[in-house]
């Protein structure tokens, strides 16, 4: 079936650090891609999203390209700031109607000033 | 700006007891998801609703768990005897268009199973 699999964390970096986080998945078909973010306390919150190969999907910062050759969805950010310390979770959709968000595992980024 | 809103925040029980909790989706959404995550571990679909019945469930929606729409805007999540194991954090999602998967999540109602 369907999946998502996440670099291990957690992540620590110091304020300002280049960040990635790889994401590789496996579907069939030609599913959507997500990152999701849950800040301490929060419920997730949609961060990007790419529905179709070489789209690049972007929001404060972050960025992700929708890669089909091999199967990736990386998440990168320039320069990372303390309040971007959360569980960024990679995920992917079916798109079908109906069909449910499968998630990665998470991982953890702690950043430091 | 519209949102998912989930109750109770916080939930303890006793094993065995049954367990309602519930969320309000956004307005004009019409898929309705249920998810949990238990403590450092990754978010797990359960159900996913549309149309006044399921549409979808995983291998953990069993028996002990039903869902239901009451009244048009209510949908909730019943745990009809609760397990240890059912401590977690359940999440509620909505969309507009289910073949789309930019859900919107509640806070989540975390569930504590003595």
């Known amino acids: 079936g369907d999946s998502v699999t996440q670099m291990e964390g957690p992540v620590t970096l110091s304020e300002e650090a280049f960040l990635t986080i790889n994401c590789t998945y496996t579907a069939t078909g030609y599913p959507s891609l997500f990152w999701y973010v849950q800040y301490p306390g929060e419920g997730l919150q949609l961060l990007l999203k790419?529905?179709?190969?070489?789209d690049k999907g972007s929001n404060k910062g972050f960025e992700a390209t929708y890669r089909k050759e091999t199967t990736s969805f990386h998440l990168e950010k320039g320069s990372v700031q303390v309040s971007d310390s959360a569980v960024y979770f990679c995920a992917l959709s079916a798109n079908q109607a109906g069909t449910a968000l499968i998630f990665g595992k998470g991982t953890t980024l702690s950043v430091s000033s | 700006e519209p949102e998912v809103t989930q109750t109770p925040s916080h939930q303890v029980t006793q094993m065995g007891q049954e367990v309602i909790l519930r969320c309000v989706p956004i307005s004009n959404h019409l898929y309705f998801y249920w998810y949990r995550q238990i403590l450092g571990q990754k978010v797990e679909f359960l159900v996913s609703f549309y149309n006044n019945e399921i549409s979808e469930k995983s291998e953990i929606f069993d028996d002990q768990f039903s869902v239901e729409r009451p009244d048009g805007s209510n949908f909730t999540l019943k745990i009809r005897s609760t397990k240890l194991e059912d401590s977690a954090m359940y999440f509620c999602?909505?969309?507009?268009?289910?073949?789309?998967?930019?859900?919107?999540f509640g806070e989540g109602s975390r569930l504590t199973v003595l």
């Open positions: 999602a909505s969309c507009y268009q289910g073949d789309t998967g930019e859900l919107f």
């Open positions: 790419a529905t179709k190969a070489d």
